[in-house]
């Protein structure tokens, strides 16, 4: 090892300071570095390599995503050595600030994707580089300055300050929309459209004016910076497409607190968003969590689910694998529900008087595939009195749980207010997929047909059909398959009969622009992502809340007929008093809530039909 460090000494020292490849040499040096210290390496030597990462990520050689790397690695090191640790926080922010020129609006939406993928728990690195200087309301701010960025950017389209722009600079705006509307023109909306385009005689598609397509994204992406600079002058406007603060961010938490669940290499915590409080935000070490224990954990859980759900296999391997599944909430209690639960002062299940409580949880990374609304220890609970004054080791016995991809998607979905659309509801049935029948969707569509009078059933739900009229009515429910795409999450899709030539993907979803109450997913992993793209939220829940729906239900994996029915039927039941009155949407979470909850109650050894289903929005 010894003779590996100075040879990658000799590189570094044998390479120009300019030349394009020091900075990748600095990192091999760095990394060697490391890994003699960690047997005990001479004093001193992971000064050395946080000088040697430090300068990979100045290098104005380097290419970007080595100069992130540099700054990544730099405070990963320097979280572990108490006097480095501020150096370290402005090392992420660096890397953060060079996150635009990796991943630029200029790039068409899935090359952006990829680059993102490829900066896989930078927010969660974030998170811990802030702890570990003591800066616990940073860590938040940068929690949702690295997440959700795409879905940021529509957002920032349709926010309410863009709305107070049209009042009070209307040319601004108009100018804005245009080069909107550029920038969409130069996104083709699929790799295979840009490829049909006319292309140079290297190949290279051109734009409108003949020039590359690659240089007109450029100069309208350096036209959008340019114009957003000019606006922050005006007065009132100093924060236009700013990352709020954590003061404004706390504003979200009026009706509950929100909870980030944050992994890094370094140290695990949940950070407690709360409102009133000169304190907004509370740190929980979460010193049972490691990184690598929420890898193991989600895959565990994963193959669990598909024995237990997978009719073909020995009974008794299922009855294993629900076993597997309990495991599962029981650890994830353990180590992030109980002491998040205890900080907040949620120690018991409240009384049949109380009003519940509310909490919506944030997770970062690999913890967006573990259930934390599920998380305890459900085998107590059997035989339990409802409502006493008992302490339940659950999550669902204590709180009512929602989920928000970002507390920026919340206060959109808050900021819309009142929907406009007629009080109407829309049933999408698919019920005979060809290979793949879903016979349980007659039952469920009769059901809420029978609690929601006037509902409308869509016969033949093809994409345009169910586009067009996911405009005129206010809440929407689907019975049908759906499939997550790893490899392209932005292709995932609802099963409906014509999606081999035309599916309803996550972009087509996302691309509406709604004023919309409710979306009920009885699908399957509708909240399924790519690993490395967690903290997008690229899945069909989170489309439908981009699109305008303030209140969502979604699927962790797949639901089987005899669930979506008694859920559905419980759901709807709370929302109207059983048919009395029409939906109340604003009940969305506590029905889903106390629905999960009966289902828990009548089916308490098989976690794969009651654990799955979440809430996300207001």
């Given at each position: 090892m010894d003779e590996a460090v100075q040879a990658a000494r000799d590189a570094v020292r044998l390479t120009a300071r300019d030349h394009p490849e020091r900075g990748e040499f600095l990192i091999n040096l760095g990394h060697a570095l490391e890994a003699r210290a960690e047997r005990g390496g001479p004093s001193g030597i992971l000064d050395e390599a946080l000088r040697c990462y430090r300068e990979a990520g100045d290098s104005q050689t380097a290419t970007t995503f080595l100069r992130i790397s540099g700054y990544r690695r730099y405070a990963r090191v320097a979280g572990l050595i108490p006097h480095h640790a501020r150096t370290g926080l402005q090392a992420i922010e660096d890397a953060i600030?060079?996150?635009e020129t990796f991943a630029p609006r200029s790039l068409v939406r899935p090359d952006r994707q990829h680059q993102l993928s490829r900066l896989n728990e930078l927010p969660g690195e974030a998170a811990a580089a802030a702890l570990h200087a003591g800066r616990t309301v940073r860590a938040v701010e940068l929690l949702e300055q690295t997440r959700g960025i795409l879905a940021a950017d529509v957002l920032a389209q349709r926010s309410p300050e863009q709305i107070r722009l049209r009042a009070h600079a209307p040319e601004l705006a108009e100018r804005l929309d245009r080069l909107r509307t550029r920038l969409a023109e130069l996104?083709?909306?699929?790799?295979?459209?840009?490829?049909e385009s006319p292309g140079r005689g290297d190949g290279e598609p051109v734009g409108t004016s003949g020039r590359p397509l690659s240089e007109e994204r450029i100069e309208a992406h350096q036209a959008w910076q340019e114009l957003v600079e000019q606006i922050r002058q005006r007065p009132g406007f100093g924060d236009f497409q700013h990352a709020p603060t954590a003061a404004r961010l706390a504003r979200q938490a009026q009706d509950g607190p929100v909870v980030f669940v944050s992994t890094s290499s370094t140290r695990c915590d949940a950070l407690i968003l709360t409102a009133g409080t000169d304190s907004p935000v509370?740190?929980?070490p979460l010193p049972g969590?490691?990184?690598?224990?929420?890898?193991?954990q989600a895959d565990r859980l994963r193959a669990a689910h598909r024995n237990a759900a997978d009719?073909?296999?020995d009974p008794q391997r299922r009855i294993t694998a629900q076993r597997e599944i309990l495991d599962v909430l029981e650890w994830l209690w353990d180590v992030v529900a109980e002491p998040v639960l205890t900080r907040v002062g949620h120690t018991s299940c409240p009384a049949a008087e109380e009003s519940w409580p509310r909490l919506w949880w944030c997770p970062v990374g690999i913890m967006a595939f573990l259930p934390l609304h599920a998380a305890g220890h459900h085998a107590e609970h059997r035989g339990a009195r409802s409502g006493?004054?008992?302490?339940?080791?659950?999550v669902l016995d204590r709180v009512v749980s929602s989920y928000t991809t970002t507390v920026g998607a919340l206060e959109h979905a808050r900021a819309r207010g009142a929907d406009a659309d007629a009080p109407t509801t829309v049933v999408v049935p698919v019920p005979d997929t060809p290979g793949s029948p879903l016979p349980g969707v007659r039952?469920?569509?009769?059901?809420i047909s029978a609690l929601i009078p006037g509902a409308h059933l869509l016969a033949d739900p093809t994409r345009d059909k169910v586009l067009e009229s996911l405009h005129g009515h206010r809440i929407a429910h689907f019975a049908c398959h759906a499939l997550a795409d790893g490899t392209d999450p932005g292709r995932s899709r609802l099963i409906l009969p014509d999606h081999?030539?035309?599916p309803l993907t996550v972009t087509d979803i996302s691309n509406l622009h709604l004023n919309v109450a409710l979306a009920y997913l009885a699908a399957c992993e509708t909240s399924v992502t790519a690993a490395r793209l967690a903290d997008e939220a690229l899945h069909i829940t989170a489309a439908f809340q981009l699109a305008g729906y303030r209140h969502v239900v979604g699927t962790l994996w797949s639901v089987d007929d005899r669930t979506a029915i008694e859920l559905a039927m419980d759901f709807y039941g709370h929302l109207t008093d059983n048919g009395t009155i029409p939906p109340r949407v604003e009940r969305s979470a506590h029905a889903m809530h106390h629905a999960t909850r009966r289902l828990r109650d009548r089916y308490p050894g098989t976690p794969t039909l009651w654990a799955a289903h979440t809430h996300s929005g207001p």
């Open positions: 600030q060079l996150v996104d083709p909306p699929s790799p295979a459209a840009e490829r509370q740190a929980v969590l490691t990184q690598a224990k929420a890898y193991d009719p073909g296999i006493g004054t008992a302490a339940p080791r659950t039952g469920e569509t009769r059901a081999a030539r035309a």
